[in-house]
């Protein structure tokens, strides 16, 4: 139930794209949260937990302006659905070769079929309008990669919060390293087009973040098992 829970949410953040805030007051605030920072910080010292399974984050980025790019143009529904037809292949990947400390699983028919049916839901969705007369055919490319990615993320962030023995520690250091990646990428976007135009009509739109602050954390307990 909580995986479903986790994908509406991808749903409806892709449409509304704050939660750090939260995120780093709950962890300073709660005593849990401050011993899975210990705990963490001595783990990368001790080389238990590879730097690079701290990065997570990146791939978060790289899905949330995917959302704010592609999302407009070829819908939410079909967005979702080529993000988890991309779900679906790295996770097969990331199964069979196993990171983060995931073990290795065998990959099974099934598993690969389910894989091969997310791909072909993506071109029954469009309706055969991908690079004829809709999006072009790279704008559908952007959720499928960030959704192979993902899997790495979620390993990465299983790993954190095995080590951490939090999940919201997990979710709250993907947000941190997501959230410094897009303020450089948003500063780059100043320097070359200047300040944006138009207007936040509503607030709501403005929470997205919150929901996205659910998904991870959700995929954080639930990976590893």
């Not at 659905?81 to 990947?93: D, E, F, N, P, T």
């Not at 699983?105 to 072909?120: D, E, F, M, Q, V």
Request: glycine share 14%; net charge positive; hydrophobic share 60%.
């Amino acid at each position: 139930e909580l995986l479903v829970l986790c994908g509406v949410g991808i749903a409806v953040q892709s449409r509304l794209n704050s939660g750090l805030v939260v995120l780093l007051v709950a962890v300073t605030a709660l005593p849990s949260g401050r011993a899975g920072v210990r705990a963490l910080v001595a783990a990368v010292r001790d080389r238990t937990v590879p730097v690079r399974s701290l990065l997570g984050g990146a791939v978060g980025a790289f899905f949330v302006f995917s959302q704010g790019f592609a999302a407009g143009l070829v819908g939410v529904a079909l967005f979702t659905i080529a993000y988890v037809a991309g779900q679906s292949v790295g996770g097969v990947v990331i199964d069979r070769i196993g990171v983060a400390g995931l073990s290795p699983k065998r990959i099974t028919a099934p598993r690969i079929l389910g894989a091969a049916l997310a791909l072909l839901a993506v071109a029954v969705a469009s309706g055969g309008r991908i690079g004829d007369g809709g999006a072009p055919a790279w704008v559908y490319l952007l959720p499928i990669v960030a959704g192979i990615g993902s899997g790495w993320q979620q390993a990465c962030n299983g790993l954190v919060r095995h080590v951490a023995r939090s999940a919201l520690v997990a979710t709250a250091l993907n947000f941190v390293v997501g959230t410094l990646l897009l303020v450089l990428a948003w500063a780059v976007v100043l320097v070359v087009e200047g300040l944006p135009r138009g207007e936040v009509r509503s607030p709501v739109l403005l929470t997205g973040g919150i929901v996205g602050l659910a998904f991870i954390f959700g995929m954080a307990v639930i990976v590893r098992r």
